[in-house]
């Protein structure tokens, strides 16, 4: 078969991949971690905050309870939970296709033979002992022990069970990973829901701004420094600004429900912090070196082993065209009478060997070789595209961490300077030295502005949680 090789970076190596003989390097994280670039490496440092506990994690007791219940009660996760008893199974019934196999057996029956042929006519002339015939029908009782075991001489038995294990430890890296997911995404789906119960209380505080800006308005209008249109404007941006909170509510009333969805339980209220969303700040986290990405994310753990397990895959694959030798035995009792089993005549035993090896026809072979060199491609593409990708959530999620702060200190100064706006606007109003929709706009401005304000602020706090599951944290 004639063999191309394909040369793929993977995990910072480089792969050999023969179509042929399908030869790939260790494929280990000892070995694998030594050549990813360097660029998001901030510093010297190995310490990395993947290897943080989650509970250490998010201080927020209220979190951790949501986390736990979701831990215990996520139906995607027992889902996964039952593969990996399943892929436990598969380890066991590799195992026991390479031992012995020994059974019991027992049985009875009787024969009749025909008499004119040669058994019948040597039965007939046949006695058991001087003066008494053979009897016919002919019963016939045994019991006795059987055993049969395929010789592994090529390990193609071991490779098999070798390579469930493999996958059976890729079922446990892949919890891990439905683990990190749903960690971050109830942590990140509970600070929307407070970024949420914030603009609720801005909307609040605004409605009360304008309606007493209403107020104002109404004085004037009876002091007939402005018209009726005035009024108008302001109540309509007062019963605006009442309608943004069932808008609100109702994303409240989503957040909460798929946050209980996770949890895996019916909708009810949602328990959480009550302090300050706005002073709230993102964990501090220690990016560590790019390489600690091999170890402690558990989608590249997964596909390595994947990867392992294809490998092994192949030989077993291969080791079907080599000849098999089986062994086959028998000991036991057998004869016509059940009275006589248990006299030594009645022993018998045997013993054979049997060596096969295919020799026409290897199509089915020769596909299933062929599929097994298929998957093991991709298997090293998986591998590479899950190195690959990790890199790049991590590359992002750093430059999201750090633009969402200096986004975040500007628009924190525009809100402070919108503010004080308004309480200018209010004066100037009065004094007859600026128009009602200067007040409009400017309270109009202040509501946007402060939105944006907790939409960076949640985004921050989600940045810090994405960066933590990025790093390959939350499965511990």
């Known amino acids: 078969m004639r063999q191309q090789k394909i040369y793929k970076w993977a995990g910072g190596m480089y792969l050999l991949l023969s179509l042929g003989a399908c030869k790939l390097p260790a494929t280990s994280t000892r070995e694998a971690n030594t050549n990813i670039p360097t660029a998001y490496s901030t510093s010297k440092d190995s310490i990395n905050t993947a290897q943080t506990q989650w509970r250490s994690f998010f201080a927020d007791p209220q979190l951790a309870n949501l986390i736990d219940t979701a831990l215990r009660n996520n139906q995607e996760l027992n889902i996964v939970l039952r593969e990996i008893d399943i892929a436990r199974n598969e380890v066991r019934a590799r ?19 025909a008499r004119y042929t040669n058994i019948g006519a ?8 001087p003066g008494k015939e053979m009897p016919e029908p002919l019963p016939d009782f045994g019991a006795g022990l059987s055993a049969s075991w395929e010789v592994d001489i090529w390990r193609k038995l071991r490779n098999a069970r070798q390579a469930a294990v493999n996958r059976y430890m890729a079922s446990n890296e892949g919890k891990n990973f439905v683990i990190t997911n749903l960690v971050a995404e109830i942590a990140n789906s509970y600070y929307e829901l407070l970024s949420l119960d914030n603009q609720l209380d801005i909307v ?16 004037e209008k009876d002091a007939a420094k402005v018209t009726e249109l005035a009024v108008k404007k302001f109540e309509a941006e007062v019963l605006k600004t009442q309608s943004l909170q069932y808008g609100i509510q109702q994303q409240i009333t989503e957040t909460e429900n798929r946050i209980n969805f996770l ?11 009550t302090a300050d969303f706005m002073a709230m700040t993102p964990a501090p986290v220690q990016y560590g070196i790019p390489t600690q990405l091999l170890a402690n994310r558990p989608d590249i753990r997964k596909a390595e082993q994947e990867l392992t397990a294809a490998k092994l895959d192949v030989k077993v694959a291969k080791a079907q065209f080599y000849p098999s030798l089986s062994i086959n035995a028998h000991a036991g009792y057998q004869a016509f009478n059940p009275a006589y089993l248990v006299k030594p005549e009645s022993i018998l035993y ?12 290897r199509n089915a072979l020769k596909a299933a070789y062929s599929s ?22 991590v590359a992002n999620q750093m430059a999201k961490v750090s633009n969402l702060k200096q986004s975040y200190d500007l628009k924190t100064k525009q809100v402070d300077a919108l503010m004080r706006s308004i309480a200018i606007s209010n004066d100037l109003f009065r004094s007859a030295r600026a128009d009602y ?9 202040a ?6 304000l907790t939409e960076t602020k949640k985004q921050q706090l989600n940045a810090g949680v994405n960066i933590y599951r990025a790093l390959g944290g939350g499965w511990k």
């Open 350 to 361: 045997n013993l054979a060997g049997e060596l096969m090896a295919p020799l026409v026809n």
């Open 95 to 113: 195992k026991g296709e390479y031992l012995p196999f020994v059974g019991v057996k027992a049985g009875a029956g009787a024969d009749k033979v």
């Open 263 to 273: 949890m895996g339980r019916y909708p009810q209220h949602i328990n959480r912090s």
């Open 204 to 219: 609040q505080k605004t409605i009360d701004i304008q309606s007493n800006a209403l107020r104002i308005v109404k004085l």
């Open 437 to 445: 929709m200067e007040i409009l706009m400017t309270q109009r401005d």
């Open 447 to 452: 509501l946007e502005a402060k939105f944006e």
């Open 372 to 393: 097994a060199n298929a998957r093991q491609m991709q298997a090293a593409y998986n591998y590479e595209r899950a190195v690959l990708n990790a890199y790049i959530e």
């Open 122 to 129: 040597m039965e007939a002339n046949t006695e058991i002992k």
